[in-house]
């Protein structure tokens, strides 16, 4: 596998099969149609905003605002990227919007359409359903809200946010949706700290229908139709590098799942990769570092707490 030939630079992943139904790492293929910004749903025909400017797409239903890079300083020494589900938030978002279900339960007939690989698709079904079922746009807002933090999530935030300005790009890559993270982050008051949101755009139609959008199209053969970590990963770190005239001293990733181990394949020595401990990220990692000595190159650091990447983030800063 190429490693990190020069620090900040991703190369591509060897091809490790991960068994999680949703995900897999990635090819060596370039990927179309990168949806790198946020965009309204209005059948199909929305304004899509050049690249290089900043994004404010204010759906009358949800308020979504997206970062573009190029407002960011490009003094930033490093780059961490976090996951959302089971990570920042210590539940999966698109489970907990069952609790709006009649009697908290979907039927069995839903449920039976979901098809690996496409989750996404499915996701699709369950809020249509909930919306046949007179859920609203503020009831989903609530149930995102209520949803707990990870242990020391909040702690690592503070962390972040009172490091040097120059310290941390922080950038989040979910397979869930905008409406889901953005009610989330917004109510735990850590929106700003993020300087790019990757993940599927989600607006409410004007039948109070929330639409999901996929994030994009990619040839990864064994990740979900709708996304590719590794790709978004690589394809950010090489823009803003060229965007930054230099590459990132180090790049951080922060995850638990099947699909985080897959961008984190891609990251070299200098790099770290935090998977929550017992995870799928954790159990794959240590897995290819069984069967396929040296194949996973950078330096891992199993959480139980944010305070486990805390801990780390400080002896790294100052180096």
Not at 229 to 254: C, H, L, N, S
Request: charged content about 25%; glycine content about 6%.
């Amino acid at each position: 596998m190429g490693g990190l030939e020069s620090a900040g630079t991703l190369t591509a992943a060897p091809q490790i099969k991960v068994r999680e139904p949703r995900v897999g790492c990635c090819c060596n293929s370039a990927f179309r149609n990168q949806r790198d910004r946020i965009e309204p749903d209005d059948g199909g025909s929305g304004p899509v905003l050049p690249p290089g400017e900043e994004e404010q797409l204010r759906s009358r239903h949800t308020g979504i605002m997206a970062s573009h890079s190029a407002s960011i300083s490009p003094d930033k020494r490093f780059i961490i990227f976090f996951d959302f589900d089971e990570t920042i938030v210590d539940e999966t978002s698109d489970d907990m919007v069952v609790q709006a279900a009649p009697g908290q339960y979907l039927p069995g007939w839903l449920k039976d359409t979901y098809q690996p690989g496409r989750y996404n698709e499915y996701m699709q079904r369950v809020l249509a359903y909930l919306a046949d079922q007179g859920v609203t746009e503020s009831d989903l807002r609530s149930i995102m809200e209520k949803i707990p933090a990870s242990p020391g999530m909040l702690t690592l935030f503070q962390f972040l946010r009172n490091r040097s300005a120059h310290d941390f790009e922080v950038v989040l890559v979910s397979d869930a949706n905008t409406f889901f993270i953005e009610s989330w982050l917004r109510r735990a008051g850590v929106r700003q700290l993020f300087h790019r949101i990757f993940t599927n755009p989600a607006t409410f139609n004007k039948n109070g229908r929330l639409v999901l959008r996929p994030f994009h199209s990619h040839e990864c053969q064994r990740c979900p139709d709708n996304m590719c970590k590794q790709v978004v990963v690589r394809d950010y770190v090489a823009r803003r590098t060229q965007e930054r005239g230099r590459p990132y001293q180090r790049i951080f990733y922060v995850g638990d799942g099947a699909n985080d181990f897959c961008p984190a394949l891609s990251l070299g020595p200098r790099d770290v990769a935090f998977p929550r401990r017992d995870f799928p990220m954790h159990r794959l990692i240590t897995e290819t570092h069984e069967a396929m000595p040296g194949e996973f190159k950078a330096v891992t650091v199993p959480w139980v707490s944010g305070e486990d990447v805390i801990t780390r983030l400080r002896k790294l800063v100052a180096e």
